[in-house]
């Protein structure tokens, strides 16, 4: 007899489990800036968005289209600001290929500032259930947030992660 519940009614084989993503179950990792030792906790995030290009192809009678060129979307990730050792993760993969005192800019000479990045959805044991893989992310803009004194809210940092592709492994 099929299971009912989270697997929509829908018939399942032995030995196969099916349960809903939840959307607070995840972790976007990137070494040394979110969801690692002296990294920032991240608060918010996002799947990666696909569109393609496409190009007509003219016909004595119509117009068609076909797919061209996929273009990646930027991420977005909030993450809560929090105070780590080492200085300010985001900050710290900025310098890793712009030095803000001298105005160098070396962002693939060093080989440490486009990181792969990973996100990972869980299911309530801890399972990993979809993992995304970013190839090539760099920090394309980042907010350090908005003050006021009359709010007691957690400060959170915001970066838009630029990447060349990304897939599920």
């Known amino acids: 007899m099929a299971r009912m519940g989270l697997d929509f009614g829908l018939p399942m084989s032995s030995g196969e489990s099916r349960a809903c993503k939840r959307k607070f179950r995840w972790l976007f990792k990137i070494e040394g ?5 002296n990294a920032l906790p991240p608060m918010r ?3 990666p968005s696909l569109s393609f290009r496409e190009t007509p192809i003219q016909h004595v009678n119509e117009t068609i289209y076909i797919p061209i060129k996929p273009e990646w979307k930027p991420v977005n990730l909030v993450l809560y600001d929090v105070k780590t050792g080492g200085g300010h993760p985001i900050f710290n993969w900025f310098k890793d290929g712009y030095d803000p005192r001298s105005g ?9 500032f486009l990181k792969t990045a ?3 959805l869980y ?9 995304w893989v970013y190839e090539n992310a760099w920090p394309q803009v980042s907010e350090f947030g908005e003050l006021d ?3 007691q809210e957690i400060v959170t940092a915001q970066v838009s992660i630029r990447y060349a592709r990304a897939y599920i492994e």
Not at 33 to 37: D, F, I, R
């Open 33 to 37: 800036v979110s969801a690692y030792t």
């Open 149 to 151: 004194m009359g709010n």
């Open 118 to 120: 990973r996100l990972e």
């Open 123 to 131: 299911d309530g044991c801890g399972n990993v259930v979809e993992s």
């Open 45 to 47: 995030s996002e799947r």
């Open 104 to 112: 160098d800019w070396y962002p693939v000479t060093n080989g440490q």
